[in-house]
Nanobody
Framework: QVQLQESGPGLVKPSQTLSLTCIVS??????????WTWIRQAPGKGLEWLGA???????FYSPSLKSRMSISRDTSKNQFSLQLNAVTPEDTAVYYC??????????????WGQGTQVTVSS
């Protein structure tokens, strides 16, 4: 069974860069069909889709964040990563990585990591 685990800092200062890595086991990120996805949930708000990278290595981003976001992968390590530049306190959230079936989206029966709390504060 596929398992995902987020890794990265819990505290980032405003204007700095947030870098998170998703460690995947029990399944290969190069296997066909799935989107390897980043989602976040800010306090008091719903889930927000951030972006994804496909099994082919194509990246997609939320239009509101595209200018300061990058998603990449390391197939040799079976990992994919999120980079979010110029963070502000509005970026404070629990960040999740997930394997998503694009036919169902994030509301479908995907596999999610436990999430990691990221706080942006000076």
């Amino acid at each position: 069974q596929v398992q995902l685990q987020e890794s990265g800092p819990g505290l980032v200062k405003p204007s700095q860069t947030l870098s998170l890595t998703c460690i995947v086991s029990g399944g290969a990120i190069v296997e066909k069909n799935y989107y390897w996805t980043w989602i976040r949930q800010a306090p008091g708000k719903g889930l927000e889709w951030l972006g994804a990278i496909t099994y082919e290595g194509n990246s997609f981003y939320s239009p509101s964040l595209k200018s300061r976001m990058s998603i990449s992968r390391d197939t040799s390590k079976n990992q994919f990563s999120l980079q979010l530049n110029a963070v502000t306190p509005e970026d404070t959230a629990v960040y999740y990585c997930a394997r998503i079936d694009p036919g169902y989206g994030i509301s479908g029966l995907g596999f999610w990591g436990q999430g990691t709390q990221v706080t942006v504060s000076s």
